[in-house]
């Protein structure tokens, strides 16, 4: 008879059974881990959490669920009971959701055609205090941050400094570019300067590709 104080107490949550017997079976063979109980909806799981609250060390769940989603479920098993983890497994690679997942302080998030290897990585990093995000999650999240990045990046420019850009990228000289926004060539070249620190561009080449990464041309 195995021992299960020293293991891991986790609850799965998931309104598919087939997915709840699916983790309980690759979670089995595992010295440190003991599946201690399963729900089937997130309001499920807060009561077993609430009657219980040292019962569970990791919860494992889906977001999408009758009475209360994954979601909800971690917004207040963060606020409530923060000593609990949080893993997030869903078939959902909308940046929307993972953003909110993000934002309720999940401490993972993976796809559920993640591999057995990928998975049980995944929850030795939480368990350690680490956040995981699978590998088919990163990208999706890497393109977010380049595109906000990209966007804070435009937003920055002062509406004089994005004059002076659109005119730039027409090839006008300092000295043309002062004369149609009347203002002087000094002020032209400072505006250059700082849009070119902003947009960490080192050339007109690399102007013109920030500008139309920016749609700032078309």
Same mark, same amino acid.
């Given at each position: 008879?195995?021992? @299960?104080?020293?293991?891991?107490?986790?609850?799965?949550?998931?309104?598919?059974?087939?997915?709840?017997?699916?983790?309980?079976?690759?979670?089995?063979?595992?010295? @440190?881990?003991?599946?201690?109980?399963?729900?089937? &909806?997130?309001?499920?799981?807060?009561?077993?959490?609430?009657?219980?609250?040292?019962?569970?060390?990791? $919860?494992?769940?889906? $977001?999408?669920?009758?009475?209360?989603?994954?979601?909800?479920?971690?917004?207040?098993?963060?606020?409530?009971?923060?000593?609990?983890?949080?893993? $997030?497994?869903?078939?959902?690679? @909308?940046?929307?959701?993972?953003?909110?997942?993000?934002?309720?302080?999940?401490?993972?998030?993976?796809?559920?055609?993640?591999?057995?290897?990928?998975?049980?990585?995944?929850?030795?990093?939480?368990?350690?205090?680490?956040?995981?995000?699978?590998?088919?999650?990163?990208?999706?999240?890497? &393109?977010?941050?380049?595109?906000?990045?990209?966007?804070? &990046?435009?937003?920055?420019?002062?509406?004089?400094?994005?004059?002076?850009?659109?005119?730039?990228?027409?090839?006008?000289?300092?000295?043309?570019?002062?004369?149609?926004?009347?203002?002087?060539?000094?002020?032209?070249?400072?505006?250059?300067?700082?849009?070119?620190?902003?947009?960490?561009?080192?050339?007109?080449?690399?102007?013109?590709?920030?500008?139309?990464?920016?749609?700032?041309?078309?």
């Amino acid at each position: 008879m195995s021992d @299960s104080k020293n293991k891991t107490n986790i609850l799965v949550v998931d309104d598919h059974q087939l997915v709840i017997d699916g983790l309980k079976s690759m979670l089995a063979g595992e010295k @440190s881990y003991h599946v201690k109980a399963e729900a089937l &909806n997130g309001q499920q799981a807060l009561e077993m959490i609430t009657v219980a609250p040292n019962d569970f060390q990791l $919860i494992i769940t889906d $977001i999408t669920m009758p009475l209360m989603s994954g979601i909800e479920l971690c917004k207040i098993i963060k606020s409530q009971y923060s000593h609990i983890k949080v893993l $997030i497994l869903s078939m959902h690679n @909308s940046i929307t959701i993972i953003k909110d997942a993000i934002a309720a302080e999940s401490d993972g998030y993976m796809l559920k055609n993640t591999g057995q290897e990928e998975f049980l990585k995944g929850i030795d990093r939480i368990l350690g205090d680490g956040t995981y995000f699978s590998q088919d999650i990163l990208p999706i999240i890497l &393109n977010q941050l380049q595109d906000e990045k990209k966007q804070a &990046n435009k937003s920055s420019l002062t509406q004089r400094e994005k004059e002076v850009l659109e005119l730039i990228v027409q090839e006008f000289t300092s000295k043309e570019i002062a004369d149609k926004l009347f203002i002087s060539k000094q002020t032209v070249d400072t505006h250059r300067l700082n849009i070119m620190l902003k947009t960490e561009c080192k050339s007109l080449v690399g102007l013109i590709k920030y500008a139309i990464q920016s749609g700032y041309i078309k």
